[in-house]
C-alpha cells in the first residue's frame, strides 16, 4: 500500500511509488485525502464553476479520487480504479470508533447543559490534550463569532 499524504509538488514521487509497488506487488492501493495539492499548491480535488465554494467562502474540496486513476493510468500504464466511501460512510454509526461515539455525545451534553443557563451563539467544541502516554479530550464552549468566518 501506498499512501500519499499532504502532497505538495511530488507527482513525480508519486508515480515512482506507485510504479515500484505494483512492480513489487503486482497491485498499490492508494488511500489520498482531499486536501493533497498539485505542483502550484492548488487542491488537487478543488471544485470549479459557480457553486464552488461554500456559505463561508471556503473552497469545496472533492474529486481527488477521480483524479488520481487518470494519472496513474497515463503515466504508470495500469488500470486504476477508486472506491470513495463518501456520506454513508460518515454517516453511518456501525464505523464509528468508540472514541468519535464518546466524543460526540459529550458535544452534544455540553450544549444541552450551557441552553438552560441562557448560553447562545456558543458551539460545543473538544479540547484535545495529549500526554506522554495518553489521549484525553474534554469539552469547551466557542463564540459562533470566531467559528467559520464568524457564522
Not at 461554500?54 to 488500470?79: C, H, N, T
Not at 472506491?83 to 464505523?95: D, E, I, P, V, W
Not at 441562557?118 to 495518553?134: Q, S
Amino acid at each position: 500500500m501506498a499512501t500519499v499524504s499532504g502532497w505538495t509538488g511530488c507527482l513525480e514521487r508519486f508515480v515512482r511509488d506507485v510504479r515500484e509497488t505494483v512492480q513489487q506487488n503486482g497491485e498499490c492501493v492508494v488511500l489520498a485525502g482531499e486536501g493533497i495539492r498539485d505542483e502550484q499548491g492548488n487542491y488537487l480535488s478543488q471544485a470549479g464553476g459557480a457553486l464552488a465554494k461554500d456559505s463561508f467562502g471556503y473552497r469545496q474540496l472533492g474529486g481527488a479520487a477521480e483524479s488520481l486513476p487518470a494519472i496513474v493510468e497515463k503515466e504508470v500504464g495500469v488500470k486504476a480504479r477508486t472506491n470513495k466511501l463518501g456520506t454513508c460512510q460518515r454517516s453511518a454509526m456501525h464505523f464509528a470508533s468508540l472514541t468519535d461515539r464518546d466524543e460526540a455525545y459529550r458535544c452534544g451534553q455540553a450544549a444541552v447543559e450551557a441552553a438552560p443557563g441562557g448560553v447562545n451563539r456558543k458551539m460545543a467544541t473538544l479540547i484535545r490534550g495529549w500526554g506522554r502516554e495518553d489521549y484525553s479530550c474534554t469539552t469547551g464552549l466557542a463564540d459562533l463569532s470566531q467559528v467559520a468566518r464568524g457564522a
